[in-house]
Every structure is written in C-alpha cells, then in structure tokens.
C-alpha cells in the first residue's frame, strides 16, 4: 500500500496521494465496503470470499483446487478472466482494481497428524464462515464448525475445535501455533485479497487520474506478492523452530475428495462455464504472466 502511493504521488506529479488505515482502523471487511457504497471511504482490500454477495463469480474463487498451483492463479488472476471479474461488482458501486496474493490455506491440527483425509475423520476443525469452506472440510471427512478468527485462538486452547486451516501467516502471527503442533501444507484453497475502489470515487476521477491510480494499483501487485512470499518463508520457519511439525501430504487424495463439489455447479451454466475456463487455462508457458499490466 505505501509502494502503490509512493507510485501515485510521482505519476500524478503529487496531485494524488493514498491515506493508509491499517489494522481495520475503519472497521471489518463487510463495513468497509459498506462504507465504498456510499462513498464514505475510497478503497479497501477484502477477501474475494467477501465479494460473493455482490457478484457470484467470486464464490468459484474460493473452491479447493480450483488453481493447480500459485503460477497457474497469477496466470488467471492476471488474464482475461481475473480483470473481467474485477468489473462484476460495480452495479453496487464497487470496483476492482488488482488481486494481490493472500496465500493457500492448510490444515493445521492439536493432537493428530494430517496425512491424508482420512486423518480428518472426526476431527472438529474451524472454518470461516463459508458455505464452501463448510461442505470442503465435509467432503473430506471432517466436521466443520465455523468460529470466528478473534475467538479461534481460545477455541483451540478449551478443545472446542481439534484444529483449524489457513495461510502460514496466519499461522504464526496469530500464535496458533502455541497450541497447533501440526501443520500438513495440503494447500487447498488459494482465495485471493481484491484491492477495490468505491465506484462513487472513482467517476468522480479525470480518465487521466483514473489511468494513474490503475498503473500505481498495478505496480503494487508484484511488490505485495514478493513481500508475501517472503513473509511465508519466515512465517514456516518460526513455527518449525517453534516445535511444529510440517508435513507434506500427497495432495491428490485430497483433491479425488472434493473435486465433485465443480460438478454442484454444473446447473448454473455462467459459474460451471467459469470453472471450466479456469481450468482450462493453459498449463505451458506460465511464466508469461503480466502481473496485471
């Protein structure tokens, strides 16, 4: 965020400048892009889980194994398909800009080892709440229970839940790994953040400024995926320091389990066109991805 308005501060000769609010300063995902509807606050970043109330397309981002592997979701992400997803919510006044990298979420367990499915049967894991999260962690034999992330941490310490999944910063800066001493990187789901402007705002920009804000958004997209790769790496070498084990499990009996879930949407002939088309997303030359640009 400081890149991308270092960017725009030069390219609009210092005309424009970006006020960063970190933390949820200004409130949780849902109020902030409440708060982009009425023009109140200009841009937000939220999961693309978020965005599924205001255009159902996003929902398909959220599916496990929707993306091979982190190449094939920047190829995605970065085409065709990512940049006419960022246009889908501006009917409620939001718009897209870029995706930046949020990770792939795994399971990270108490008490019992992750190796294949079959190591979840029984076990309570927390999910968000999210009616895929919910039905992935039921196809794979566990038992969803959707808990908020604030009140994870005392979840897991009282065994209300055996376990729970996310990003590997996540992980650690939440300190469930205090508890967790299991991490299995099954990398299951791989939903990106979407950066987006209040549409309100943004007819309200010269076409000039509007082309300076979208190349600084631009910009920032390999910057945020570098610094979040970096902070992966520190984050599995912080918790493997402290005492937890990593394991790589085998990921296709993982994905035999849950791939019929693409089959629920096969009535819905927009969104199975989409998985399809994701899919279909060539498997050579993916390192011709253009980071946005």
């Known amino acids: 965020m400081v890149y991308m308005d270092k960017r725009l501060q030069k390219l609009s000769g210092g005309t424009m400048k970006i006020e960063i609010y970190p933390s949820s300063q200004l409130g949780g995902e849902s109020q902030c892009l409440e708060l982009l509807q009425i023009g109140s606050l200009a841009m937000t970043k939220v999961s693309a889980a978020a965005l599924e109330g205001f255009a159902p397309e996003f929902q398909i981002l959220s599916l496990p194994y929707i993306f091979r592997d982190k190449v094939h979701a920047f190829k995605v992400l970065d085409g065709p398909i990512g940049k006419g997803m960022l ?12 995706y930046y990298d949020a990770g792939s979420r795994s399971f990270y367990t108490k008490n019992t080892p992750i190796y294949s499915p079959a190591d979840l ?14 039905e992935m962690v039921k196809r794979l034999g566990g038992s969803p229970t959707p808990i908020s992330f604030g009140e994870l941490y005392t979840a897991l310490q009282g065994g209300v839940v055996d376990g729970a999944e996310n990003n590997p910063p996540s992980f650690y800066l939440s ?16 939903v990106p953040d979407v950066l ?17 804000l979208q190349e600084a958004a631009n910009e ?13 790496k520190k984050s599995l070498e912080a918790v493997k320091k402290a005492g937890v084990k990593i394991i790589h499990p085998d990921k296709q009996p993982f994905i035999d389990k849950v791939k019929g879930m693409y089959e629920d949407y096969r009535n819905d002939s927009t969104l199975y066109s989409l998985i399809k088309r994701i899919q279909a997303v060539d498997k050579m030359d993916l390192s011709g991805t253009d980071n946005g640009k």
């Open 87 to 98: 246009k889908q919510a501006q009917k409620f006044w939001l718009r897209g800009l870029c």
């Open 121 to 134: 049967k029984g076990l309570k894991i927390r999910v968000m709440k999210s009616n895929t999260a919910v």
């Open 175 to 190: 300190h469930h790994y205090d508890v967790c001493k299991y991490y299995s990187l099954d990398e299951h789901t791989m």
């Open 196 to 212: 987006l402007i209040s549409t309100i705002v943004w007819n309200k920009l010269t076409p000039q400024q509007q082309k300076w």
């Open 220 to 232: 920032s997209v390999p910057v945020q995926r570098k610094l979040w790769a970096e902070s992966v």
